[in-house]
């Protein structure tokens, strides 16, 4: 039995209602090529109340739980670490639990580099996520305030993924 037109837009309109579905403006270009300052999103929020956040994938969350932030503010980047992993960064790579774990955006393999502000950074040494927690950096991770700078992200603080770029028209698409 399909469903009708009218169940959809039922079920559209309470999931945007509901605030599992919201949209934001990009204000910086941490998550170039990604995203770009200025790009309007769209996030879902159902996959945060369904699911773990998986390696990869682009997450909203909320910094009030971030004591180094100082403010309750609405971030976007991508989610590289998971509770329990050890993450080392070598040359742009990430090692996790000694395992070279490539992670990838839209223009192929993300090399992770070192910023200027980030300290302590993991290229330092080792790093371990805390149970409940997840690491997180930009994909333009040389220009990026992330998890190097703010520390871990804790799971309650997810909003959820980002799903599609609609505006600007020449960046609109899903996000991967």
Same mark, same amino acid.
């Given at each position: ?5 009218? !169940?959809?837009?039922?079920? %559209? ?8 579905? $919201? ?18 999103? *769209? ?12 390696? =990869?994938? *682009?997450? !909203? ?7 180094? %932030?100082?403010?309750?503010? !609405? ?12 993450? $080392?960064?070598?040359? =742009? @790579?990430?090692?996790? #639990? ?6 990838? #955006? ?7 580099? $070192? ?22 950096? =930009? ?6 305030? @992330? ?7 804790? =799971?309650?603080? %997810? ?15 899903? %996000?991967?």
């Amino acid at each position: 039995m399909a469903i009708g037109w009218g !169940v959809f837009v039922v079920a %559209i309109g309470a999931t945007i209602g509901f605030g599992h579905v $919201k949209c934001y403006r990009m204000p910086t270009a941490s998550m170039t090529p990604t995203l770009q300052s200025g790009d309007n999103i *769209v996030t879902e929020g159902l996959s945060a109340r369904g699911r773990k956040p998986q390696r =990869g994938e *682009v997450i !909203v969350f909320r910094t009030n739980l971030l004591s180094k %932030i100082g403010r309750d503010q !609405v971030y976007v980047k991508r989610l590289v670490g998971l509770p329990g992993e050890h993450l $080392k960064f070598q040359e =742009g @790579d990430l090692f996790i #639990n000694g395992v070279r774990t490539p992670v990838f #955006n839209r223009a192929g393999e993300i090399h992770f580099l $070192k910023t200027r502000t980030s300290s302590p950074s993991p290229e330092d040494g080792d790093f371990e996520v805390p149970p409940g927690q997840y690491f997180v950096m =930009g994909d333009n991770s040389a220009h990026s305030a @992330d998890s190097r700078d703010f520390g871990c992200v804790p =799971g309650e603080s %997810i909003l959820g993924r980002v799903v599609y770029c609609y505006w600007p028209t020449d960046h609109a698409g899903a %996000i991967r």
